[in-house]
């Protein structure tokens, strides 16, 4: 079965400092990931998405995401962080025609 | 584009009541939607895969008697918590599929805000 992996329950960072959520996954055949932010008692809202192609990903609202095969990972990036990127980040595969989720690390963002 | 809503956002019932919760697509057409259950700082749970026409398909663990879904349209879902009781208190999720994006085999999922069921 398909998984991923948030080994982080929550990651701290400066405003203005790169940030990275961490994910790795676990997949037969080729993966299709995906990245989640989840405001407050909000649904969540899709960032972006690794299918094939590039193994850096642009998505929405500055944020990148990193395929790397050989570690299979599909880490979450961002160059610099604000205040309003704190929310919860979910990482998912799809298996086949669902979504498997992390578990979720909360962003916190502090001035 | 791709918005789809829920409704109620947030509902109190009495324990033994039934309560439907609505999930629409405003502006795609949605052959497959999800209905996940999320609890306090956890993660989102799958309960089931709901199919236009068709009946839905269950997660393991999930009782289909408890929660009734039905999907009557390409853009309407529906989950009903029937007889509901305070363990059914939670965070429901529905989400959807663009089948127009690039026929459906996108597989990005798009959510609605979300339900908060408080049965007393």
């Known amino acids: 079965a398909q998984s991923v992996a948030q080994p982080e329950d929550q990651v701290n960072v400066a405003e203005g400092n790169p940030l990275t959520v961490k994910c790795t996954y676990s997949?037969?055949?080729?993966?299709?990931l995906f990245w989640y932010v989840q405001y407050p008692n909000r649904g969540l809202q899709f960032l972006l998405k690794?299918?094939?192609?590039?193994?850096l990903v642009k998505g929405s609202y500055g944020f990148e995401a990193e395929f790397n095969k050989s570690q299979t990972s599909f880490h979450l990036k961002k160059p610099s962080a604000l205040v309003s990127d704190s929310a919860l980040y979910f990482c998912?595969?799809?298996?086949?025609?669902?979504?498997?989720f992390g578990t979720g690390t909360r962003l916190q963002v502090f001035p | 584009g791709a918005v789809v809503s829920q409704h109620p956002s947030r509902v109190i019932c009495k324990s033994g009541t039934s309560v439907k919760i609505e999930c629409r697509s405003l502006?795609?057409?949605?052959?497959?939607m999800f209905w996940y259950r999320q609890f306090p700082k956890q993660s989102l749970m799958l309960m089931a895969t709901?199919?236009?026409?068709?009946?839905?398909?269950?997660e393991q663990g999930v009782e289909k008697d408890k929660f009734l879904i039905n999907h009557a349209s390409l853009t309407l879902s529906t989950l009903t918590v029937t007889s509901a009781h305070p363990e059914d208190s939670s965070f429901y999720i529905c989400?959807?599929?663009?089948?127009?994006?690039?026929?459906?085999?996108?597989?990005?999922?798009?959510f609605g805000p979300g339900t908060r069921l408080t049965v007393t």
């Open positions: 502006d795609f057409q949605a052959t497959t």
């Open positions: 690794y299918i094939t192609g590039d193994n």
């Open positions: 989400s959807a599929r663009d089948l127009g994006l690039a026929g459906g085999q996108s597989y990005e999922q798009y």
């Open positions: 997949v037969s055949g080729n993966p299709y």
């Open positions: 998912a595969v799809r298996d086949p025609d669902k979504l498997i």
């Open positions: 709901s199919n236009e026409g068709s009946k839905a398909t269950y």
